[in-house]
């Protein structure tokens, strides 16, 4: 029988198989935070005399073991099984009888899968940061080891001015340091215990949701229990946005690569291996890698946008509809971390271009270097201005021979230290840690 099913009737095999969905595959990912928010509920249930000591003790040590296996390999959802809570319900009345059936006093699935998710994602923007700080690390060597390389800045895709790879290996760095900022919001939203809001509006059980929150390694918990379920949703639609943020950051970097390693460009190269080539063009060398990153990376910004769309026009309460932005957001984690991964060991082996400017096409890139040299002698910019524009249309414009950039985030002075400090400051704010002593303590042998 479904956890729902009052009679014996059998819902009609066709509506069953289209309202599970997905739910028997992705729910696998749930599976051990449905078992960690059940020990912390039938822990907060003994407390409150809703479960005999006796009764705990036989349920903790079959949910740990439980948990084990889900870590291992093998755990599966029964077939005619709905959803992981079903699963693990049906296996702890299999094992212990009758006990097994009081583990869903004071809960609804809906508080049930709130959790569930608040947890699977806590863990999972855990390992998103750690992929963020690895690639930042790699931009800041980077950009410290090739500082005095000069390229070209382009403006409306035209030669602009001087830049360097140590500027633009560290813009990235410092972007990334800004998408921590959206991974920190979205952790602090996702990081509330929900649970023992039921189906939305709470219980008339004395349950103590403190004692879950704390179990539970949560900062806090929502108050609300009509709002803790309208943060379904909400919550996945901001964590999607933080993910977007950061593989837009991502894309642009392999866009960008794409363009540099052409034979127009030639900024950098990269070793055969880490190319592919033309089943017909035997010279070709292309950057698959970067143009499936910057795919991949566009195909995760729509994903905020999406569930937007999902989420619109719903009155407060619990609706069905949310079971399928799993389908979505799921697999967009691992997208991201492959993403970030695959550049980072990608930019292990970049070269660069050390004689960039020596072509003759970048002549005119120094051009605001001839009028502040004309500025810093004493004429008005706006005359130094026109005077390098007669210089170019008469060619006798002449390039500077040395560049001098000295202010905060210039050329000769890119604040790496300050972009690493500016990152540090964010990373120190999550609370990894916390989380993760009390999913061990929850954990620990009774």
């Known amino acids: 029988m479904k956890l729902w099913q009052k009679t014996t009737t059998s819902i009609d095999k066709r509506i069953e198989r289209f309202t599970i969905g997905q739910d028997a595959v992705l729910d696998l990912v749930l599976a051990p935070y449905d078992v960690l928010g059940t020990l912390a509920h039938i822990t907060m249930l003994q407390e409150v005399g809703l479960l005999k000591k006796k009764e705990l003790n036989k349920l903790c040590p079959v949910l740990q073991q439980l948990y084990r296996q889900i870590q291992g390999e093998g755990f599966t959802i029964d077939d005619g099984v709905e959803d992981i809570h079903s699963q693990v319900e049906m296996l702890l009345t299999r094992e212990l009888g009758e006990i097994g059936k009081k583990v869903h006093s004071g809960r609804s699935r809906n508080d049930q899968v709130l959790v569930d998710l608040r947890l699977y994602f806590r863990d999972e923007l855990q390992q998103a940061v750690s992929g963020v700080q690895a690639l930042f690390e790699r931009l800041q060597g980077l950009s410290e080891q090739h500082q005095d390389v000069l390229l070209p800045g382009y403006t409306h895709t035209q030669v602009a001015m001087p830049s360097s790879f140590g500027l633009w290996f560290g813009a990235y760095a410092e972007s990334l340091a800004d998408d921590m900022l959206m991974l920190l919001a979205a952790y602090r939203l996702v990081n509330q215990n929900p649970l023992g809001s039921a189906a939305g509006y709470g219980s008339s059980f004395p349950l103590n949701r403190q004692m879950t929150t704390d179990l539970l390694g949560f900062d806090t918990l929502n108050y609300n229990s009509v709002y803790a379920q309208m943060g379904r949703g909400k919550t996945e639609r901001i964590v999607a946005f933080a993910i977007s943020t950061v593989a837009a950051t991502v894309g642009k970097m392999a866009d960008d690569i794409c363009w540099y390693v052409s034979q127009n460009f030639q900024f ?179």
């Open 268 to 446: 950098i190269r990269f070793p055969d291996h880490l190319t592919t080539g033309s089943s017909i063009m035997p010279h070709k060398k292309n950057p698959d890698v970067f143009e499936l990153i910057r795919a991949k990376c566009n195909q995760l910004q729509g994903l905020s946008n999406q569930i937007t769309l999902v989420n619109t026009n719903m009155i407060s309460g619990y609706h069905r509809d949310w079971q399928i932005l799993k389908e979505g957001l799921f697999p967009a984690f691992g997208q991201l971390k492959d993403c970030l991964a695959i550049l980072d060991y990608a930019l292990q082996h970049i070269s660069v271009n050390e004689d960039i400017l020596e072509d003759e096409r970048y002549r005119y890139l120094f051009t605001v270097e001839r009028v502040n040299e004309k500025v810093l002698a004493g004429k008005p910019f706006r005359d130094a201005y026109q005077e390098v524009g007669r210089e170019i249309a008469d060619n006798t414009y002449e390039p500077p021979t040395e560049i001098n950039h000295t202010h905060e985030g210039s050329i000769g002075n890119l604040q790496n230290d300050a972009i690493a400090e500016k990152f540090q400051s964010v990373l120190q704010q999550f609370n990894f840690d916390q989380a993760q002593r009390a999913i061990e303590k929850l954990l620990k042998n009774r």
